[in-house]
């Protein structure tokens, strides 16, 4: 019989959670460590679809990237997200930073993905910020040939299926990135610092694209959504790899939650 801790012991030898930065909230956020697992869900975030969703196809888990409690919880009714998996039995692990750290997570996720379309030079590959764990948050990788900042928008659109991607203007052909998954705002001096010519990620703020173009440097905001997509995916094979008797798949109901006109 597997139970959750057996699977959250499997996901720490993968992506530790003692690393995680110290402003975050992961591991076995709810439920019971020793209840049973014969069905997991794969997410990047657990809304209300995702619990319904699990409910309905019988998984005693959800496995998913961002926390589902962050921030202190004063009550917890039946009607949020916690108080639904309360209710349903259905027991959630969370990874977030130690996965976004992790040699197998979201930045070589994300590498995968843009390797061929961006020409990215993996033997080139160098670490953006280190954590006292030795590891990283984001890479920086040199080109096989300089891009123009809009033909890398551009492909940066097709390859993430993003529907928009904002990024600053002014900038020059480019010929060494920076890819940080998520929010990476508060990489962006360390991206220049080290000799990048832009900076892959999402949730840019105005100020940081002025400054962007002051410095020219270029920004591409691919939105946070479409830059941690992939985690549904990558730990749906994993754990289906290392359980092979547990039925594993990605929410199909883990979708961006913004609309655009």
Same mark, same amino acid.
């Given at each position: 019989?597997?139970?959750?801790?057996?699977?959250?012991?499997?996901?720490?030898?993968?992506?530790?959670?003692?690393?995680?930065?110290?402003?975050?909230?992961?591991?076995?956020l709810?439920?019971?460590?020793?209840?049973?697992?014969?069905?997991?869900?794969?997410?990047?975030?657990?809304?209300?679809?995702?619990?319904?969703?699990?409910?309905?196809?019988?998984?005693e888990?959800?496995?998913?990237?961002?926390?589902v409690?962050?921030?202190?919880l004063?009550?917890?009714?039946?009607?949020?997200?916690?108080?639904?998996?309360?209710?349903?039995?259905?027991?959630?692990?969370?990874?977030?930073?130690?996965?976004?750290?992790?040699?197998?997570?979201?930045?070589? $996720? !994300?590498?995968?993905?843009? %390797? &061929? #379309? /961006? $020409? !990215?030079?993996r033997?080139? %590959? &160098? #670490? /953006?910020?280190?954590?006292g764990?030795?590891?990283s948050i984001g890479?920086?990788y040199?080109?096989?040939?300089?891009?123009?900042?809009?033909?890398?928008?551009?492909?940066?659109?097709?390859a993430?299926?993003?529907?928009?991607?904002?990024?600053?203007?002014?900038?020059?052909?480019?010929?060494?990135?920076?890819?940080?998954?998520?929010?990476?705002?508060?990489?962006?001096?360390l991206?220049m610092?080290?000799?990048?010519?832009?900076?892959?990620?999402g949730?840019?703020?105005?100020?940081?694209?002025?400054?962007?173009?002051?410095?020219?440097?270029?920004?591409?905001?691919?939105g946070?959504?479409?830059?941690?997509?992939?985690?549904?995916?990558?730990?749906?094979?994993?754990?289906?790899?290392?359980?092979?008797?547990?039925?594993?798949?990605?929410?199909?109901?883990?979708?961006?939650?913004?609309?655009y006109?």
């Open positions: 019989m597997i139970i959750v801790k057996d699977i959250y012991n499997e996901i720490d030898k993968r992506a530790s959670f003692d690393s995680a930065e110290s402003w975050d909230n992961c591991g076995i709810a439920g019971d460590p020793e209840a049973p697992v014969t069905k997991v869900i794969t997410a990047l975030d657990i809304t209300k679809e995702v619990v319904e969703e699990a409910a309905q196809k019988d998984a888990l959800i496995v998913s990237h961002h926390p409690i962050f921030h202190p004063h009550t917890v009714l039946q009607t949020t997200v916690t108080g639904m998996l309360l209710q349903r039995g259905i027991s959630a692990i969370c990874t977030h930073t130690p996965f976004d750290m992790s040699p197998s997570g979201m930045a070589k $996720g !994300l590498f995968d993905i843009l %390797e &061929e #379309p /961006l $020409g !990215l030079i033997s080139s %590959e &160098e #670490p /953006l910020k280190i954590t764990e030795n590891l890479k920086l040199r080109l096989r040939e300089p891009l123009s900042p809009e033909t890398c928008a551009g492909r940066l659109k097709e993430l299926g993003c529907k928009y991607v904002r990024f600053s203007r002014g900038g020059k052909n480019m010929s060494k990135i920076a890819l940080c998954s998520g929010s990476g705002g508060s990489e962006i001096s991206a610092e080290k000799g990048a010519d832009a900076l892959i990620s949730d840019f703020k105005h100020d940081q694209f002025i400054d962007a173009l002051n410095s020219g440097f270029v920004l591409f905001d691919c946070h959504f479409h830059t941690e997509r992939i985690f549904a995916k990558l730990m749906c094979e994993a754990l289906s790899e290392a359980f092979p008797m547990l039925e594993v798949t990605a929410a199909e109901s883990c979708t961006d939650p913004v609309e006109v």
